[in-house]
């Protein structure tokens, strides 16, 4: 087992899930990373590999930074695959970077902030699998400052959180919003 493997464990393990879906999704990713072979390389599709994502708020206007998503054609968080040794964190907020445009994002959690497991459709050739995403939350200070990134999205677009709940529409990301919400009031 890897030493990236290893630490991704202990931060699962020392991860306090807000309610039984986001328990059931510790548990599955979990499981995915102690049973699975390659679990966090994103050419495994059976049954699929950990992602990271970012959720990014400017705390002063109190909103969330949204991108409309080119492929998946959905309004989400930024995010993605992992990149060879590198940890969950460290590609939320690189991910973060290249799909903001934004240079200055901080952790504002110390560690994991919201875990989710979704399925994927099939997409230019990938089969459908799951993403066992390990999710965490960051501010900014230079929210002006955002420059999207054309590959990746159609949109970007800094919303109220109550509008971030009615753009993404599915209980995993109202989830992580109430939590936001509550950090940032």
Same mark, same amino acid.
């Given at each position: 087992?890897?030493?990236? =493997?290893?630490?991704? %464990? ?17 548990? #599955?990713?979990? &499981? ?6 390659? !679990? ?6 059976? !049954? ?15 909103? =969330? ?18 990149? #060879?040794?590198?940890? !969950?964190?460290?590609? &939320?907020?690189?991910?973060g970077r290249e799909e903001s445009g934004l240079d200055d994002l901080t952790l504002l959690v110390a560690g994991i902030f919201d875990l989710d497991v979704h399925p994927i459709p099939e997409h230019k050739g990938d089969p459908g699998h799951f993403h066992y995403d390990v999710r965490y939350l960051a501010a900014t200070k *230079?929210?002006?400052?955002? #420059? ?8 970007? #677009?800094?919303? &109220? ?5 009615? %753009? ?10 109430? *939590?936001?919400?509550?950090? =940032?009031?």
């Open positions: 087992m890897s030493t990236a =493997i290893r630490q991704l %464990l202990i931060d699962l393990r020392a991860y306090k899930p807000i309610d039984e879906t986001e328990e059931s999704h510790q548990r #599955a990713i979990i &499981a995915h990373l102690v049973h699975s072979k390659n !679990p966090l390389s994103r050419a495994r599709f059976q !049954p699929g590999h950990i992602t990271a994502s970012l959720f990014i708020v400017d705390a002063k206007s109190k909103k =969330i930074l949204l991108h409309h998503h080119r492929g998946l054609d959905r309004w989400l968080q930024m995010g993605g695959h992992l990149e #060879a040794s590198e940890s !969950p964190s460290a590609a &939320a907020l690189r991910e *230079k929210p002006q400052s955002i #420059a999207m990134d054309a590959a990746e999205s159609k949109e970007l #677009a800094w919303v &109220a959180l109550d509008k971030a709940v009615s %753009l993404m529409n599915e209980e995993a990301s109202t989830r992580a919003i109430a *939590k936001i919400g509550k950090l =940032i009031r």
